[in-house]
């Protein structure tokens, strides 16, 4: 029997991507029954230990080699997550086992991560001459995180569903349904910075979203209001979200004190 669909069979064109720090999520649940096992002095020699590696991220992020930044995780799914931003995945894998080395690693035990590379679209055009080369689209692309007071991060892919399948539509209308995206995202200028990270061929869904607020609020407002949008409400389809406050180096001691 033939197989009937409603889709069109042609090939549509793939968008041009601008893509720039690669990227990687690392969530951590704390051990806490056996940390509390642990003599003090030797859990603060651990803390210490954290400090310093993470004093050396920052002097990565001073040279505008890299970025990362440091949640705690509200809920059950995680205690922490550490996002580090590297010019390779070389970079990614050598601050993945540094990380791991640490003596206080051995309590932080995975619970999810992910990979993904700093991705922008070009629906909108990507401007004259070299993108690569436009200073706005080098501090979007290679991007100091903002010392935001929470994050949002969740990975969410878009529909190859029969009827709802993205790829499948024209470029002109995906150029179209973007713009409309791109409208609702810009009326939460200075509210909320977005980090799209795409990660189809990376990790199990296509893009990784990672938003930054000061207020924890409007995390809720723009997912529920893109809801509504097409791009979202046909064509979205969502992973866990996870949502955190930020964590200074500096209240570490306080943070992992019993
Ligand atoms: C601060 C908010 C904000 C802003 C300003 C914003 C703007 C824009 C622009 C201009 C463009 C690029 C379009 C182009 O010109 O290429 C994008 C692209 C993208 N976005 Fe976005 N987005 C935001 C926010 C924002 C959110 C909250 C989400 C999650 C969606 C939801 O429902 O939970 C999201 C997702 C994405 C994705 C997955 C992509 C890539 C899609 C693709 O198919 O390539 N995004 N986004």
Request: hydrophobic share 35%; aromatic share 12%; with cysteine.
């Given at each position: 029997m033939q197989h009937q669909s409603s889709e069109p069979t042609v090939t549509q064109q793939a968008a041009e991507t601008l893509d720039g720090w690669y990227t990687f999520h690392d969530f951590r649940r704390i051990d806490w029954t056996r940390l509390k096992q642990v003599e003090a002095t030797v859990r603060t020699k651990m803390v210490h230990e954290f400090q310093a590696f993470l004093s050396e991220?920052?002097?990565?992020?001073?040279?505008?080699?890299?970025?990362?930044?440091?949640?705690?995780?509200?809920?059950?799914?995680?205690?922490?997550?550490?996002?580090?931003?590297?010019p390779t995945m070389e970079d990614i894998q050598a601050v993945e086992v540094k990380m791991q080395k640490l003596d206080l690693y051995d309590y932080l035990i995975p619970t999810y991560s992910y990979v993904s590379?700093?991705?922008?679209?070009?629906?909108?055009?990507?401007?004259?001459?070299?993108?690569?080369?436009?200073?706005?689209?080098?501090?979007?692309?290679?991007?100091?995180?903002?010392?935001?007071?929470?994050?949002?991060?969740?990975?969410?892919?878009?529909?190859?569903?029969?009827?709802?399948?993205?790829?499948?539509?024209?470029?002109?209308?995906?150029?179209?349904?973007?713009?409309?995206?791109?409208?609702?995202?810009?009326?939460?200028?200075?509210?909320?910075?977005?980090?799209?990270?795409?990660?189809?061929?990376?990790?199990?869904?296509?893009?990784?979203?990672?938003?930054?607020?000061?207020?924890?609020?409007?995390?809720?407002?723009?997912?529920?209001?893109?809801?509504?949008?097409?791009?979202?409400?046909?064509?979205g389809e969502f992973g866990e979200f996870f949502i955190g406050n930020r964590l200074e180096s500096d209240e570490l001691e306080a943070h992992f004190a019993l």
């Open positions: 991220l920052t002097q990565v992020e001073e040279q505008k080699e890299g970025s990362h930044a440091l949640y705690t995780i509200i809920g059950q799914k995680a205690d922490l997550v550490l996002m580090v931003l590297r590379v700093v991705e922008l679209g070009t629906y909108r055009g990507s401007g004259e001459g070299n993108p690569y080369e436009n200073p706005y689209v080098r501090d979007r692309l290679y991007p100091i995180l903002p010392k935001s007071k929470h994050i949002c991060f969740y990975p969410m892919s878009k529909s190859r569903r029969d009827g709802d399948n993205w790829y499948t539509l024209s470029m002109e209308k995906r150029k179209e349904l973007m713009y409309r995206h791109g409208m609702i995202g810009r009326s939460y200028a200075g509210k909320i910075q977005q980090i799209i990270g795409g990660s189809t061929g990376f990790d199990d869904w296509e893009w990784g979203v990672t938003l930054f607020a000061n207020d924890i609020l409007q995390f809720k407002k723009i997912v529920y209001e893109m809801r509504f949008d097409e791009v979202s409400a046909k064509y």
